[in-house]
């Protein structure tokens, strides 16, 4: 895959996955009150990875803890500062190169630039789709988050 190509798939990639998140942020929003524990802990995962992933790839310290909670009003703008900081990790890294980091656990691994940025986004599908599932057992009604239909509504 070309660099140019790779950049232009990791910025739609990554566009999905901030508008996603922000339209599940719009809807807790209209559900205050009533997300549970869980539905919250959950958000603040995806977010805490992002920033986590972030700042590997950017050779910086991890910033928070993986499961660190934070009030759920943060969440939209912990989301942009992510998705930002993601923009610029595609103009500034080599997504061709492994480079070397520590999980949280304290173990060294080496990875590739874009097996990490792809990793972020299906991480945080993944536990959206928790979220879906923890929603309907509340009675609530869930987003679609569906890639595809995001990019059918483009």
């Given amino acids: 895959?070309?660099?140019s190509?790779?950049?232009v798939f990791y910025q739609d990639f990554f566009n999905y996955n901030h508008q996603?998140?922000?339209k599940l942020v719009a809807s807790y929003e209209s559900l205050s009150g009533q997300l549970s524990p869980k539905i919250i802990e959950l958000s603040c995962h995806i977010m805490n990875a992002h920033t986590i992933w972030n700042a590997r790839l950017k050779s910086i310290q991890d910033p928070c803890k993986p499961?660190?909670?934070?009030p759920i009003e943060k969440f939209a703008e912990k989301d942009q500062s992510n998705f930002e900081s993601t923009m610029e990790i595609l103009?500034?890294?080599d997504l061709d190169v492994k480079f070397k980091y520590k999980n949280s656990m304290g173990k060294s691994f080496e990875s590739y630039g874009s097996d990490v940025l792809t990793h972020i986004v299906n991480h945080s599908t993944y536990h959206?789709?928790?979220i879906a599932m923890l929603m309907?057992?509340?009675g609530l009604e869930p987003l679609p988050s569906d890639?595809?239909?995001f990019k059918i509504q483009d």
Avoid: A, P, Y
């Fill in 1 to 3: 895959m070309e660099s």
């Fill in 136 to 138: 309907r057992e509340l």
């Fill in 147 to 149: 890639f595809i239909q």
């Fill in 128 to 130: 959206r789709g928790q």
């Fill in 20 to 22: 996603t998140n922000l």
């Fill in 5 to 7: 190509f790779k950049s």
């Fill in 91 to 93: 103009h500034q890294v």
């Fill in 67 to 70: 499961w660190d909670l934070f």
